[in-house]
């Protein structure tokens, strides 16, 4: 449960947050150049640019994501791994594997579990029936271990075929557009770990909170000879 200073600092937070999108987009302004705070000023749908709001908004999900959730993935990616030693083994020896490897950890143990949506006409599916504005719960969890999808979907297959078919991060236009990035980050990341160091032990773990991945993780690494 949240105390009085949990949320005074939350709230400075997310001040400084907005600060910081207000200064980004000033200096968009003055100077519009080829970045994506002057792409999201210039966006239009349906030729109506974004609210300012919208542009803050975007502006904060990109620091957030880009930071915050890769952090996580990566932790639960070495939270997986250590529970697979042998694969993490394959992993060092087979680099070329990686690939396949992030897309079935995303599939397996992906830290953002789901997210709200509100539909915009109405939508009817078997027992299912959402009116317009409804909102809905889309929960990747279940979605990514799905039997009628997957083949033994409760085992982590490291060399799973299809474990790009998760929907870790959405699909069609919500597809997460820094899915690339974040894929190229978690390569890299476990590409580092996996040849610098044998199968790590977990001691210990924090909490998880909010996201699906321990707020901290306590791990002992040997170097390789």
């Known amino acids: 449960e949240m105390t009085a200073d949990d949320v005074a600092r939350v709230e400075a937070a997310a001040a400084e947050m907005r600060a910081y999108g207000e200064e980004r987009i000033a200096a968009s302004r003055a100077e519009p150049g ?3 705070v002057t792409r999201l000023l210039e966006a239009e749908v349906d030729g109506r640019r974004l609210d300012h709001d919208d542009v803050i908004a975007m502006i904060t999900g990109f620091v957030f994501a880009g930071a915050e959730t ?13 529970d697979h030693p042998d694969d993490w083994e394959r992993l060092a020896n087979e680099p070329n594997l990686l690939p396949v490897a992030v ?6 143990q992906p830290i953002v579990p789901g997210l709200s949506r509100r539909a915009e006409e109405p939508f009817d599916r078997g027992d299912l029936a959402v009116g317009e504005g409804g909102r809905v719960l889309l929960t990747f969890t279940t979605a990514n271990r799905d039997p009628e999808r997957f083949d033994d979907p409760d085992r982590f297959v490291v060399d799973r075929a299809d474990a790009h078919a998760h929907l870790t991060f959405g699909w069609g236009p919500h597809l997460c557009v820094g899915a690339g990035l974040a894929r190229m980050e978690l390569v890299e990341g476990l590409r580092a770990l996996t040849t610098r160091f ?3 032990q977990v001691e ?22």
């Open 34 to 36: 080829d970045d994506l």
């Open 70 to 82: 890769t952090r996580r993935q990566l932790t639960a990616a070495v939270q997986v791994l250590a």
């Open 103 to 108: 897309d079935e950890i995303l599939r397996y």
């Open 198 to 200: 044998e199968a790590p």
């Open 204 to 225: 210990a773990a924090g909490p998880t909170t909010g996201l699906g991945a321990p707020d901290w993780l306590q791990v002992r690494f040997t170097a390789r000879r």
